[in-house]
């Protein structure tokens, strides 16, 4: 038997989430569409929770000894990018479509610096590189290297555990950083036809690191992935993912030689593997390492366990929110809910998590175990939770028909939540304004129709206006007035060729667009910046860049986007350069490139640092002149 669980009581979710406050409900003639239900229920107790996943776990697994969604979808534990069809370009050159010269903007302060590119203004997400304007912090060798800001001097290097390698994140809190490892069971070989799944096989390795000390100070240990995680002020909210931990064989060599023979009973055997695991296969726990070094291991509660009324799944969602001013282990324990997390979004007292439930359509994830039984309309159901202080709240669920494309598909305005998703049935995309309505998230209003047979491609709300680019072979810029919750409407739209993957406020009433140029039967060219006058009501282009054959990291990675808003310095690291440009208020200008040593390397990130631009790749740092582009320093980094 199973009770629906006090919202007071839940920390975690999987889904789609909307927040907001009630408001007025629409005109009959503008009736919203109807969502699920989808409530959030609990176990009875620990006997319910194991007779409930052992059943919904037991179809789902193979006689590889592996987890699939029924669509032999398997449980590899990464995510497809959705721009994953670009081709590497490499090389190229450049090719400015404006008349500015390519001067170099103003400086900026010497004491300027960059941090990282977020969603929402005072949220920060974890990233590969942080700084706080006099040291600079960052996995490599196998230890957290701190470098000095002014001379790129290595000033500290912490040993860190296995596993932690370069392109590690962190956060920053203080003298406090927050290394999120992943590591793999070494146990776990690797082969041909399937590979271990961190949820099943790997942990969450999260290290607090004293600077001042320079020492580790406290270890969280995870049995899962990290989702994502946000940090405002010095509270970070981690979102784990994961799944039963079963320990089921693999066929041996003789098995894959006689597969129709060996198939059916080494699926039977695994079968009753499931039928016959333990409680710890399926309950959740994390392992806390306080400074007296002695680890201690938290289960979670069975009657904080829940999972959405309609679906039973295994996979799970685990959100943990700590103070980084104290050890990790002074933390609420963690509420756990049958499903998968996939996009997080965070402002600063709201948390939403999502997941994908029906058909498979533009890429698999773990998370896809969750979902209903039969559905061909893929959608994308919110879960949020409501934070005071550290302690995560319940506070309702919704869906909506079609898939995100990454975080900056939701905003939250003034109490309501903005969900931009394509539907791929329809081919056609949409955007929706949920609401709170007690534990309900309610649909106030929506706009559909955008881009017919074409998918998003980057979207940007600002304010009560949005932004949605669509693209198969031509990119409409939708322009959309949101103004009114129950009634959106699209303004005006605009038609070019390529498409934008990133959008990026630089000044009021302009917007800069980063992606791919094509021809006019959408074979891609290469990479294009555009600036967007979106001051009225249908948007017009006011400059354009192109360089052939270059793909940029900001195309499917926004942290890599580097912008400051002073001097218009624009930094956008790629395969074996960095672009660096200029972009004004009317104009976009190409000022050069920053290349490294090595070729075939990619160039992931960029920081602005006192008058010089530092860029970081596998094998080292180059710091470059802000002002002359020339090559001020190469600083090595140790592999390992």
């Not at 995870?222 to 066929?251: E, H, K, Y």
Request: charge should be negative; glycine fraction near 10%.
């Amino acid at each position: 038997m199973r009770r629906t669980l006090p919202l007071a009581a839940l920390l975690l979710v999987p889904g789609l989430v909307l927040a907001a406050l009630a408001a007025s409900p629409p005109p009959p003639d503008e009736a919203p569409v109807e969502l699920p239900e989808i409530g959030l229920v609990s176990y009875s107790g620990c006997d319910d929770l194991l007779d409930s996943l052992r059943a919904a776990a037991t179809p789902l697994v193979d006689a590889y000894g592996t987890l699939s969604n029924g669509d032999g979808v398997h449980l590899d534990g990464s995510l497809v990018r959705r721009n994953g069809f670009f081709d590497m370009l490499a090389g190229g050159t450049a090719e400015l479509q404006s008349d500015v010269a390519m001067s170099a903007p103003a400086p900026a302060a010497d004491n300027a610096y960059s941090t990282t590119n977020v969603h929402v203004a005072g949220v920060d997400e974890p990233d590969e590189v942080k700084t706080d304007g006099t040291r600079v912090l960052l996995v490599a060798g196998g230890a957290l290297r701190v470098l000095d800001a002014r001379t790129g001097a290595t000033t500290a290097e912490i040993d860190l555990p296995e596993g932690f390698e370069r392109g590690t994140r962190l956060l920053l809190n203080g003298d406090t950083a927050l290394v999120l490892g992943t590591t793999v069971d070494p146990r776990i070989a690797f082969d041909d036809f399937a590979g271990p799944y961190p949820g099943m096989y790997g942990s969450l390795h999260a290290v607090q690191v004293d600077l001042q000390m320079r020492k580790i100070v406290s270890e969280l240990e995870v049995p899962g992935n990290l989702v994502d995680a946000r940090q405002v002020g010095s509270t970070v909210r981690l979102v784990l993912g994961s799944v039963p931990r079963l320990d089921l064989p693999r066929p041996k060599k003789r098995d894959l030689r006689r597969w129709e023979e060996a198939e059916p009973r080494l699926l039977k055997h695994n079968r009753e593997l499931v039928q016959n695991a333990p409680l710890a296969a399926f309950q959740p726990s994390y392992t806390v390492t306080g400074p007296e070094g002695s680890p201690v291991t938290h289960q979670v509660p069975c009657d904080r366990i829940s999972h959405p009324a309609k679906a039973d799944g295994v996979s799970m969602t685990t959100i943990l929110a700590f103070d980084l001013t104290r050890p990790l282990g002074e933390t609420s324990p963690a509420t756990v809910v049958s499903g998968g997390g996939e996009t997080v979004y965070g402002t600063a007292d709201s948390l939403y998590v999502t997941e994908t439930v029906g058909a498979d359509v533009f890429y698999a994830e773990p998370a896809q175990l969750s979902r209903p039984e039969s559905s061909e309309v893929a959608s994308t159901r919110v879960h949020r939770f409501a934070f005071t202080g550290q302690e995560p709240r319940y506070t309702g669920s919704g869906e909506v028909p079609g898939l995100l494309l990454n975080q900056y598909s939701l905003s939250e305005h003034e109490g309501n939540l903005r969900v931009a998703v394509t539907d791929a049935m329809q081919e056609e995309s949409s955007v929706h304004i949920l609401s709170t309505q007690g534990t309900e998230l309610k649909e106030l209003g929506a706009i559909g129709g955008l881009g017919k047979d074409e998918r998003i491609y980057s979207v940007r709300f600002i304010g009560d206006r949005g932004y949605v680019v669509t693209f198969r072979q031509v990119d409409p810029l939708y322009t959309l007035d949101l103004s009114d919750p129950a009634a959106p409407r699209a303004l005006g739209e605009l038609k070019i060729t390529g498409f934008s993957a990133y959008l990026h406020p630089t000044a009021d009433g302009r917007l800069l667009g980063i992606g791919q140029e094509a021809d006019r039967q959408g074979r891609i060219q290469g990479f294009q910046a555009s600036l967007f006058d979106v001051s009225g009501d249908s948007p017009t282009r006011l400059s354009q860049l192109h360089v052939k054959n270059v793909q940029t990291v900001v195309e499917h990675d926004a942290h890599g986007f580097l912008f400051l808003p002073e001097t218009g310095l624009t930094v956008l690291p790629a395969f074996e350069k960095t672009l660096v440009l200029s972009v004004t208020s009317e104009k976009i200008a190409l000022l050069g490139e920053i290349t490294h040593p090595r070729k075939h390397e990619m160039v992931g990130r960029a920081v602005y640092l006192g008058g010089s631009v530092w860029t970081f790749s596998e094998s080292g740092i180059k710091i470059t002149d802000a002002a002359t582009l020339q090559s001020k320093a190469w600083i090595r980094l140790p592999q390992r």
